[in-house]
């Protein structure tokens, strides 16, 4: 049963991203400009970094009681780290991954998926309590460097 509950989670979570991608790749293939083959857009590339981060934060929230791994550089903007830090004092919760710790066998299933404008969806499955969780995320990259500069609270 409890096999069943992950496919069925996994394929809700799945199936929410590709409808998000969907909706944010139509409105941009109608107004936004071509780019040449071979060539990112700005979105994709702010995706990537995006995830890029996300796999490390997770890889280290995973391993951090090893005392292995140092904590990757959190690339906030000064509002969006105070309110991750107020959020965090008071709820004993990292609101980047909307929990106390992460599992390592939910790294496979992390995705980013742009939403609108600035806006991202950073997604996963929470193998402790079996359930999809979705982090609506705003960033953006400045002189190539991924700035988040907001994130929802739970």
Do not use: H
Not at 131 to 150: E, N, S, W, Y
């Amino acid at each position: 049963m409890k096999k069943n509950m992950k496919s069925v989670l996994l394929a809700g979570l799945l199936l929410f991203a590709t409808l998000l991608t969907g909706s944010a790749t139509a409105r941009c293939a109608v107004t936004g400009p071509t780019k040449p083959k071979g060539s990112a857009s700005a979105t994709e590339q702010t995706r990537e970094a995006l995830e890029k981060f996300y796999m490390e934060y997770t890889r280290w929230m995973s391993a951090r009681f090893d005392g292995a791994t140092a904590i990757p550089a959190l690339p906030l903007d000064d509002a969006t780290r105070r309110k991750v830090g107020k959020s965090t004092a008071e709820t004993d919760g990292d609101p980047l991954i909307r929990a106390q710790d992460f599992n390592k066998r939910s790294l496979p299933t992390l995705t980013v998926t742009p939403i609108d404008g600035d806006w991202y969806a950073v997604a996963c499955l929470d193998t402790y309590e079996n359930r999809g969780v979705v982090i609506p995320v705003r960033t953006l990259l400045r002189q190539g460097q991924l700035a988040i500069t907001d994130v929802t609270l739970p």
